[in-house]
């Protein structure tokens, strides 16, 4: 399994299993290893978190896209 797939993955747990909130234009996203919270712009598909700081499409930004399809 590559890392993308890996992140696809992990997104999948993410999006069925934690409290994904939307308030003030921002997703907030529980992290899954440590007690922290990333926010999550999806316009820009940009995260708080230290993958999509070093330029990847993180699990966080990931789960977002799969909670607004399923609740479309």
């Known amino acids: 399994m590559d890392l993308k797939d890996a992140r696809e993955m992990k997104a999948v747990v993410i999006a069925a299993t934690c409290r994904i909130v939307h308030k003030n234009g921002k997703w907030l996203v529980p992290s899954q290893s440590v007690e922290k919270v990333y926010e999550v712009n999806l316009a820009t598909e940009k995260c ?3 993958d999509c700081e ?3 499409l993180c699990k966080h930004v990931r789960a977002v896209k ?3 399809r399923r609740e479309r």
């Open 48 to 50: 708080t978190c230290p």
């Open 54 to 56: 070093a330029g990847f």
């Open 66 to 68: 799969m909670v607004v």
